[in-house]
């Protein structure tokens, strides 16, 4: 049986490229096809994968912002076609588009973001003002195109309930609800950050892309007015420097670092903070596999993820003030590590893959037969 995995593009570090990773390991021998790849913005390990690229790829300012390549990647991702039996698309917006010859799965992240949840996704700031009035013009064209491409589907798999929903909402599938898996190395070797070390014993954790929407300058406003509480964030986008200029000297933003490093800054954190409102949110299930809690904002894929009083505590707004309430109530009460890393392990990749591999064999039992989507992408 030939198994392909498919994927909107490899550029960047983030949860829905972990989740490739964990597909390569299921499927060792897949292909992986995409739009965009750049070896050096995205995991190491797909240096060693077969990747196959769109001729949109050969563009290398596109390669490094994705979004400009906007008004191409439908009719780029139409064309991409796909010799398998099966092919596993990983898709937050075009994956799910790729045609094949065999039957297609679809693990979604979410319905596009971008099209769907637009003012959540770009915000008020930058390029926004740019790229908004090109999407609006757009708009009715990609929901075609997106409609077709969900409809040609054999199946949908969920990240979450939240996503579970709004695939339901927005495209009328009903689909089932495979978590995503944790891929971090517990026994790998842990890199010390010498300035927090050395100056910051005690410290808060925020690990994100730094985009509009992750809500990250709220949580730094919140730190901003604790001057005793220190925060690091680790995360690269758009918004770096405009986060970095309002950082007071309590919080240090930190980017491109080794996964070493990374795992050091998970083991010896005193809470992860989770301010925006995530599909899954799997940096909550890589910070309590290590035995730290989550300071998390209560809604979307968090309600998965986070077990309050036992795994983090929730906070009701993406505000400074609710963030910083909830940074003091851990302080007050502070969450048993043991007992958190003992709830990470529900979402551990062994889980992950014994699950998928079981829904590839089903697919090509014929068992969802009666939910195909007739339409051609």
Known sequence: MKIAIAHD????????????????????????????????????EFRSADVRVSPLNKAGAMRGNHRMALPFLAPVSSRITIDA??????????????????????????????????????????????????????????????????????????????????????YGIDSDVIFPPHRVDLDGSRELVPQIADDWPDFHLLVSRLLPYKNVDRAIEAFNDLPD???????????????????????????????????????????????SHEDFGLTVVEAAAFGTPALALRAG?????????????????????????AVHRHRERPLDRDAVAEHARGFDEDAFIGRIRNEVDLLMAGAFADRKHPHPA
């Not at 993820?305 to 505000?319: C, D, N, Q, R």
Request: aromatic share 10%; charged share 20%; hydrophobic share 45%.
């Open 229 to 275: 509480e220190r925060l690091v964030v680790v995360g690269k986008g758009p918004l770096a420097a405009q986060l970095r200029s309002k950082a007071k000297a309590n919080s240090l933003l930190l980017e491109g670092i080794p996964d070493a490093q990374l795992r050091w800054l998970y083991a010896n954190a005193t809470a992860l903070i989770a301010p």
């Open 9 to 44: 593009y490899l550029t960047q570090f983030g949860g829905a490229e972990r989740v490739v990773l964990s597909l390569m390991k299921a499927f060792p021998e897949a292909p992986i096809y995409t739009t965009l790849y750049d070896p050096d913005t995205t995991f190491p």
């Open 301 to 325: 894929g968090y309600l998965d993820t986070v077990e309050p009083g036992l795994s983090g505590y929730f906070f009701s707004h993406p505000k400074a003030a609710d963030i910083a309430d």
């Open 85 to 170: 039996d099966v092919v596993i698309a990983s898709s937050s917006g075009w994956a799910h588009g790729f045609r094949t010859n065999g039957r297609k799965l679809v693990y979604c992240h979410s319905p596009a973001r971008w099209l769907y949840l637009t003012d959540e996704y770009l915000g008020s700031h930058g390029a926004s003002s740019v790229i908004r009035p090109a999407l609006a013009a757009l708009r009715p064209v990609l929901k075609r195109w997106d409609a077709q491409a969900a409809a040609s589907a054999d199946r949908y798999l969920a990240n979450s309930h939240v996503v579970q929903e709004r695939i339901k909402h927005v």
